[in-house]
Every structure is written in structure tokens, then in C-alpha cells.
């Protein structure tokens, strides 16, 4: 049994919830009606479904996703971190301060913990690198600039 289908079966998700979440995850703001149609279900049941799903966590909030053209201002990089070792909750605290930074995930390899970061010019990049740098724990960064996105899917 795969991990998947044991978390899916523990939060009794259903095909045609996960149906219900593959529309929704192609436009959060479709209309229940016509989500209801796509589906093969009444409205109601549509709506019940997607309040089961919202009230156990499956669904935990919809988001605004700007067009690329208005968040294209600025600098964006990719930084890598290599933390010593069992000081990485409290470099990870330590990072989520900083509003620049979008995302964090812990990796496994040469690195410890890659974080998207967003800063308005080189500069500010710069500095944000140099104020990285301080936190207790951090022992190597790496930054690679994103220059363009050739596919974005979240």
C-alpha cells in the first residue's frame, strides 16, 4: 500500500474528489454549477464536497496567482544553504523573518535548505545574502538568479 493511498483513504478523499481538486487546481474560481456539470454531480453535492474538503485541511485555502507580466518586477534567485547539523528549525525560523523570501524546502544532497527569494534590485539581493550569511548555523550559500520560467504550474 502506497503512501499516497493510505493518506487518501485516512481523509476519505474519493475519485471524484480528487476529480473535484484537478478542476479547481486548472481555475480555483470556476463556478460550482459548472463544476457540478463537469463532474456529473448536483450542485449541492459539489459544494458539500468541497466544504468536507475544506474543513478537514484537503483544500487548505486558494490563492492569488498574478499574471507573469505584473510579478515579473525585480530579481529572483534560488538559494542554497548548508546548515550544521541539528541547528536547522532554528535556521529555518531564523529565514521564514525575512520577507523576501517565498519559499523554503529542506532537500536532501549537498544542501540543507533551498529558498526561492524575491528582492526589487541586485543590490537588495546582495544585501539579503550578506544578512543570510549572519544567521548562526549557516555554514555555505549558494545563489543561482532565475532568469526566465519556461514552466510554472502551481
Not at 529565514?95 to 532537500?107: C, D, G, N, R, S
Not at 543570510?132 to 504550474?153: H, M, N, W
Amino acid at each position: 500500500m502506497t503512501e499516497r493511498s493510505t493518506y487518501r483513504r485516512m481523509l476519505q478523499i474519493t475519485p471524484k474528489d480528487e476529480e473535484l481538486i484537478a478542476l479547481l487546481k486548472m481555475d480555483a474560481r470556476e463556478p460550482v454549477a459548472s463544476l457540478a456539470r463537469k463532474l456529473g454531480l448536483s450542485r449541492t453535492t459539489v459544494q458539500d464536497r468541497l466544504r468536507r474538503l475544506e474543513s478537514s485541511g484537503v483544500i487548505a485555502g486558494y490563492a492569488l496567482k498574478l499574471a507573469r507580466e505584473i510579478d515579473a518586477g525585480g530579481m529572483r534567485a534560488f538559494v542554497t544553504l548548508s546548515v550544521e547539523p541539528r541547528r536547522q528549525v532554528e535556521v529555518a525560523r531564523a529565514l521564514a523573518k525575512f520577507q523576501q523570501i517565498e519559499t523554503m524546502h529542506t532537500v536532501s544532497g549537498k544542501y540543507d535548505l533551498v529558498a526561492q527569494v524575491k528582492t526589487a534590485t541586485s543590490e537588495d539581493m546582495d544585501r539579503l545574502i550578506d544578512q543570510v550569511g549572519l544567521i548562526p548555523g549557516i555554514t555555505r550559500i549558494e545563489t543561482a538568479v532565475i532568469l526566465s520560467t519556461k514552466l510554472d504550474r502551481r
